[in-house]
């Protein structure tokens, strides 16, 4: 007699939940689980999300892979025929079937040619002002994750406390106040751009010592020309047909005694389980400890019973950020031609790398546009370009109209490139802190949170005294890895994390 086979669901379609479950239906987890990926809305991907605008290949989520040696998706990446561009099988077989390859986000990796300037249209220095500020940010950045920064509390006061040395040790007449403005402005750049790397609405709240334990993979970050949902796509043409089901939004889940029972909104009939690995967000958990109106907020999953202390603490210590990104499309505006004609046939000028330093002396530019660092093409001599945005900036921004962005970004332009003069014609954004399946972005160790509290994150439930504790809600998620937090990486490695604990467990 065949005894039966233990049931897992996974709850969340992303790269974590897609990754846990191809571990567990394939190689050693082969035919050994009944398993089904449960995934609240209608497409694969979470956090992956690969879009179109303007005839470029745009990524609204996941950008870039974080190092490419010994890299996992990476490696998926290289298996799904994504890295090719412009040669190859991939390239020929789309041009066969009528089909034109877009081009895509920084496929001439990271720009080399950066132009800074300051609010109102001041060409900035890059030899005496620019580029030392930006030596001096990456320098203490560096030292900070390599584990070498003192001082401790949060970050942006330590960035701080380099640019005062810094400027305390010129020899005496060798500055001014307007340099040291323009220096403080420069500062403020690279903390926005520090934001967005991660998610951090406030660099005070980012824990300087955490710094120490983020690890990328060796080797150049990069983007998927494919696309990265071609990652997500490849996942899950591996799985058994039949193995994600869409449209289940997890209301509650009891799981006090085997087995676990899963609840679901919009009257979908519950489903049991022997044991339910969670991949939801950081930001759907925070939602779900609101107390006893936790199962009717948006996204927020009601736990029966509710979840332990050591648990509940680990969520509400550590961050979980905001980021969005601002795609625009922008074309020159036409000068009136001399009468007669014979406009001189030249080319109409291109995007620069434009690197904003704001100093707050043109009205025109609303706040929420002071907290991005740059305005840059997605590649060279693209017409689409884009800006980031972090915490309140990024959140605000998913609350205005096209026409007001628009006119916002319109401002910004105008006073840092006078000339040539640009149009912005239209605009597509991300949305990631309004989408009730995600309340946020990625998640970052805060002042007063810690390592340990990634790894708490990672513990699965109950919390048993030995190893043979048979596990029932299992836990992962780029929030649940200590090192490789943020990232797909981080996903994609704790997916596999609790896929192995199963299998150990039945070993």
Known sequence: MVGKKPRVVIVGAGVAGLTAAHRLCRGAGADRFEVAVVEAGARAGGRVLTSEFAGHRVEMGATWVQGVDGSPVYALARDAGALGCGSGKEDDEAAAAGRLLLPYERMDGFPDRVLTVAEGGEVVDADRVAGPVEALYRGMMEAARAGEATGGGGVQEYLRRGLRAYQAARPAGGADKE?????????????????????????????????????????????????YSRVVD????????????????????????????????????????????????????????RGKDASTAAGAIAFDPPLPQFKRKAVARLGFGVVNKLFMEVEPIEASEPEGGGGGGDQPPEF???????????????????????????????????????????????????????????????????????????IKRSGWVTGPLFLGSYSYVAVGSSGEDLDRMAEPLPRGPGADEPPRVLFAGEATHRTHYSTTHGAYLSGVREAERLLQHYR
């Not at 609840?263 to 022997?274: E, K, S, Y």
């Not at 693209?382 to 970004?409: M, T």
């Open 179 to 227: 340099l040291e403005e323009v220096e403080d402005a420069l500062l403020a750049m690279h903390i926005n751009r520090e934001r967005t790397d991660t998610s951090a609405d406030d660099l005070g709240d980012l824990d300087l010592a955490a710094e120490g334990e983020y690890r990328d993979f060796p080797g150049e970050h990069l983007t998927i020309p494919g696309g």
């Open 234 to 289: 490849h996942l899950v043409a591996a799985l058994p047909p039949g193995t994600v089901h869409f449209g289940l939004c997890l209301r509650r889940l009891d799981w006090g005694e085997t087995p676990v029972r899963l609840h679901f909104a919009d009257g979908a009939p519950a489903i049991t389980a022997d044991h339910v690995i969670l991949t939801v967000s950081l930001g759907v958990l925070k939602a779900s400890l």
């Open 352 to 426: 620069p790398f434009l690197h904003m330093a704001f100093r707050g002396n043109v009205v025109e530019i609303p706040w929420w546009m002071r907290g991005t660092e740059s305005i840059c093409p997605v590649h060279a001599g693209s017409r689409v370009a884009l800006a980031w945005f972090a915490g309140r900036e990024a959140a605000h921004l998913e609350s205005l109209p096209d026409d007001e962005v628009i006119r916002g970004v319109q401002a910004t332009v105008d006073s840092f490139l006078p000339a040539p003069r640009l149009r912005v014609k239209r």
